[in-house]
């Protein structure tokens, strides 16, 4: 791998994990043109993506710290400190508990399919195809029936249970966790970028313990003569995820999904193509 291929998937990951439109499809499509996965050491291949998946995890804590530093103080002083009935806590607090409630679906699901999310299934791109298209339409969908009339403080335990259900179907290559969370909350009636907003703080749970567990499992197929690739690959991602971050939160709130699900289809449709024509493997 050189410099130059480590930059651009690293921009890759940063742009496409917090954008409606699947960081696994992408990585997984610019990491087979580059002739960087290989059938016989796979672990090699995801041993890297695990590790500048630490450049996203950066990304949206920093963004996002001071939302995080009130909601942790709040649950802190609403719960520990002096217990308040969950009706009469701050909205922070509510939304420490309803992050917790939304985390749990997916750590359920993570972990009774862990073998088969791990599995071959997470680099086939007959998979990662047909979710880029199937989970456009429903985003589609939700974009024609939602409300938009909920704001953060109007969304319910249910509402981000229900969201983390709709996170848990991330778990399916090329599904995209914002894309799926974003649906979730336009179905339940949130405005498209508090969606996108609830989405993010509902991902911190989900990706820091992925993010760390994948990491650790990963260490020893780590190929440390590639550290400084490494290295600028998760400083990369971690300024492209920012920028993507705060790119979608001020795009939604004047603007639709559509270009995110016109974007899906087409590029399921292309790798259908170049599928068919035998110009990329599975």
Known sequence: MSLIEAIILG?????????????????TLAGKFMGLISDKNPEHWTSFIAVIQL?????IFVYFWKDLWNIFIAFLQNNLQKRVKYSEQSTNSKLGWMIIAGTIPIV???????????????????VISGSLIVLAIILAGAEKTAKFKKNIEDITLLDSILIGLAQAVALIPGSSRSGTTITGGLFLGLKRDVAARFSFLLSVPAVLASGVLQLVESLKYINYDLTVNLIVATLVS?????LAIDFLLKFLKKNTTFVFIYYRIALGILILVLLYSNTINP
Request: hydrophobic share 45%; aromatic share 8%.
């Open 108 to 126: 359920i699901i993570g972990l009774l399919f862990k073998d088969i999310i791990e599995g071959a299934l997470t680099k086939n791109l007959y």
């Open 11 to 27: 921009i890759v990951q940063g742009l496409t994990e917090f954008l409606p439109i699947s960081s696994t499809g992408h990585l």
């Open 55 to 59: 450049g996203t995890m950066i990304s």
């Open 238 to 242: 971690a300024v492209s995820g920012y």
